[in-house]
Each structure stands twice: as C-alpha cells, then as structure tokens.
C-alpha cells in the first residue's frame, strides 16, 4: 500500500506561471517531508524540506506547504524557469527519537515540463 | 565538492550473470541505501545499510544481497540477472543523525538481456 503518492504523473506550465506538485500520505506518523528533483541520466537532489510542526517552509522560488489535517504537501515554484523542468519526488519520514530523520518514503514522482 | 560515486553509468549483462554494481562516499557518511527506480513506480528501495557489515532489507529485496566491508562502500549484488531486474539503480547515503535527506548518486542505468 502506497504510503505516498503523488497522483499526477506530469504537469506541464507555462515559463513565469506558478507551478503546483502536490503530495498526499497516509500515514499520520510521518512528520518530516522533503522535495527531490532530479534531471534525466542524474541522481535526486535534495530541494527543500518541511517538519510537522511548520506549515510553510520557503527558499527563494520554492514553497513547501504542508496541511496535516489532510494529509497533504505541495511545492510551488514561482516563477516557473525552463531549467525547472524535471522529476519532483516528495517524500517523508518519521523522526527519531532525537529529531533526525528516519528513512525516507518516496512517492513515484511528477513530471514537470516548464515550457517557454 | 562531496560526492556519492557509482561505478558505472552504463552496464549490460546476460541473464543469468552475477552483477556488481559498486558505490562509494567521501563525506563519512554512516547510512547507506540502494534504490531502484522504474517509470510509473518512483524510487524502490533494495537494501539499507546503518554501519559496516550491517544490512537491512528494504521493500524489495528479492533476487539482490550487498555488502559492507568499509564505511564508505556499499556494493549491490544480482545474484543471477533477470531480465526483470533492467533498471536505473541509484545509490544515497547520508549521516545517521540528520534533516538534510540523502545525498545520491547519478545512477547505473542497468540492461539485462
């Protein structure tokens, strides 16, 4: 059972317009979440992350907001660049004992294609 | 510049071959992980690994063992290749203590024919 998902598999948007990736999870332990992007042909890169106890979390054109109450996350990217064009995971985690993370959970990704 | 290192980017293998596939890191990081990742089904997890000469079985462990005999090498395994395990493998690691993700790398895009 998927305990993330991220339902659209793409998106696409025009270049200087919002773009929108949405997150969904079921499991109501988790209380960490970080956004991946990752270009063709190279690894995930880390992007920005959120703790349960915030409900937004921004740097620079990125905005992650997080509603607990339904078990949802977004990212926004304003303004949208071409270079944005990629595969954005979300992804969540419980927090140990200590505040660190636990193992991340991966949605299966959305594909954002920024067009000019 | 700190970097997660995988062997190859490209492999081809026959059915039936034992596959290494090799992955180092140079920021002594304690947590290392195998991920596989296929259209429509994101990021997989294989294997995790918290410590040298511990593992960890992740969601799909079946037809793959690792190894770690040192800190910064994780080493992925395909026993005997099937052509169902083609695939982009991707290798993270990160501190045991943390809230900054995985670091990974630029992945072996693996063909079993």
């Known amino acids: 059972d998927q305990q993330v998902k991220q339902n659209s598999p793409s998106l696409s948007v025009q270049e200087g317009r919002i773009s929108i990736l949405n997150c969904d999870y079921t499991n109501s332990m988790f209380d960490y979440f970080l956004w991946y992007k990752k270009y063709p042909a190279e690894g995930p890169t880390f992007l920005i992350s959120?703790?349960?106890?915030?409900d937004k979390n921004e740097d620079g054109r990125f905005t992650v907001f997080l509603n607990k109450s339904a078990k949802h996350l977004s990212l926004h990217i304003v303004p949208s660049q071409p270079g944005d064009s990629a595969v954005y995971f979300c992804?969540?985690?419980?927090?140990?004992?200590?505040?660190?993370?636990?193992?991340?959970?991966f949605g299966k990704g959305t594909k954002l294609s920024v067009k000019p | 510049d700190v970097k997660v290192t995988q062997s190859s980017r490209y492999l081809v293998k026959r059915t039936g071959e034992k596959v290494f596939l090799e992955c180092v890191q140079d920021?002594?990081?304690?947590?290392m992980f195998w991920y596989r990742q296929d259209p429509g089904l994101g990021l997989r997890l294989i294997y995790f690994s918290y410590d040298v000469k511990m593992k960890e079985k992740g969601d799909i462990p079946e037809g793959y063992s690792v190894s770690r005999e040192k800190k910064e090498r994780f080493s992925l395994i395909l026993e005997s290749a099937s052509t169902n395990q083609t695939s982009m493998y991707l290798c993270a690691s990160s501190l045991l203590y943390t809230l900054y993700g995985y670091t990974f790398g630029s992945g072996t895009r693996l063909t079993v024919v």
């Open positions: 920021m002594d990081h304690e947590n």
């Open positions: 959120i703790s349960s106890i915030k």
């Open positions: 992804a969540a985690s419980v927090m140990n004992y200590g505040g660190s993370q636990g193992n991340l959970i």
